[in-house]
């Protein structure tokens, strides 16, 4: 299991948000479930604008209500790929490929989040073809 701090770790790599965001729905959050976590948070949110020398606009807020976002928003950046055709295969209802964590991975990998080594140590356990494992690795770097 990933503990929070590993979560928030992983969050304020990608990039701390400094820049205002166009509207709410594409703005930086970090969410918190206690206490805790809420001081965790706003820790690394100092410690991010510290090491960056800039003001952070990712906003730190309680855990609330959750709703996921129209269907055309998920796994963006895979749907344009010859992979979004076998993982709708695979998972032919909307909840369970967004539930998946291949496909979830695999998007993540289309972000430019992940590395051939990462992606060579899990490529057997995403449910690809061998074509679409050779798409996949061209594209990792």
């Excluded at 972000?111 to 690795?137: M, P, Y």
Aim: hydrophobic share 40%.
């Amino acid at each position: 299991m990933t503990s929070y701090s590993k979560l928030l770790d992983a969050f304020w790599a990608a990039g701390p948000q400094c820049q205002a965001a166009l509207s709410r729905q594409y703005r930086h959050a970090v969410w918190y479930g206690s206490d805790e976590q809420k001081d965790l948070a706003e820790k690394a949110k100092i410690a991010a604008e510290k090491h960056i020398g800039k003001k952070v606009t990712t906003d730190v807020e309680p855990l609330g209500v959750f709703t996921l976002a129209e269907d055309y928003h998920q796994k963006y950046y895979l749907r344009s790929t010859p992979l979004w055709r076998e993982y709708t295969a695979i998972y032919p209802k909307m909840a369970e490929l967004l539930g998946s964590t291949a496909v979830s991975r695999v998007n993540g990998y289309m972000t430019a989040f992940g590395a051939s080594a990462t992606l060579e140590r899990e490529i057997d356990q995403l449910g690809l073809s061998a074509a679409g494992e050779a798409w996949l690795r061209k594209r990792v770097r």
